[in-house]
């Protein structure tokens, strides 16, 4: 079976070119490095499980890292840079002309910064403004360790939907 193109640019490129692709979806170095270095992918499928489930355990320190890229719910980032257009392209089902429902979200940031003394961070790709309060919600009753794997698996997910994006370009 062929390789798509998208998949087999991936696989063909540089190891500067694809480290610098994978960094602009999760810029955690141990994950990017690790994915790269195990190309060749055979197909997208293996390349998207390798993003989801990469570098073990993120460290504490790698979440933070990674969460300094990412703005708050409900306030694209400014800039030109290819993160920033990621980022407003996945928050645009964030309805902020609804004053209530950004009025709670935008108390829910500060809670959630307040508890975990970072940004909330969620899949805005494909969730309405509803989902996104209920998952903030929900997981302003966790604890430390419990919100800290939510996270990463969050950046995981984060990052293979913005892989699929970029092979697709």
């Given at each position: 079976m062929d390789?798509?193109?998208?998949l087999q640019r991936f696989n063909e490129a540089s190891q500067s070119e694809a480290t610098e692709l994978v960094r602009i979806c999760l810029d955690i170095p141990r994950w990017a490095d690790e994915l790269v270095s195990a190309?060749?992918?055979?197909?997208?499928?293996?390349?998207?499980t390798a993003a989801r489930t990469g570098a073990g355990p993120l460290s504490a320190d790698e979440i933070e890292q990674a969460l300094a890229h990412h703005s708050r719910i409900g306030e694209p980032p400014g800039g030109d840079d290819a993160e920033a257009h990621l980022a407003r392209s996945e928050q645009s089902n964030v309805d902020s002309s609804d004053a209530a429902?950004?009025?709670?979200?935008?108390?829910?940031?500060?809670?959630y910064e307040?508890?975990?003394g970072r940004v909330f961070l969620v899949r805005a790709?494909?969730?309405?403004?509803?989902?996104?309060?209920t998952?903030?919600?929900?997981?302003?009753?966790?604890d430390e360790a419990s919100e800290l794997a939510v996270v990463a698996e969050e950046l995981r997910d984060?990052?293979?939907?913005?892989?699929?994006?970029?092979?697709?370009?």
């Open positions: 390789l798509d193109a998208g190309r060749p992918y055979p197909d997208r499928a293996s390349l998207f429902a950004h009025k709670r979200l935008t108390d829910g940031n500060r809670a307040d508890k975990f790709a494909g969730r309405s403004t509803s989902d996104i309060l998952a903030l919600d929900r997981r302003l009753l966790n984060i990052a293979a939907r913005r892989l699929a994006g970029m092979l697709d370009a």
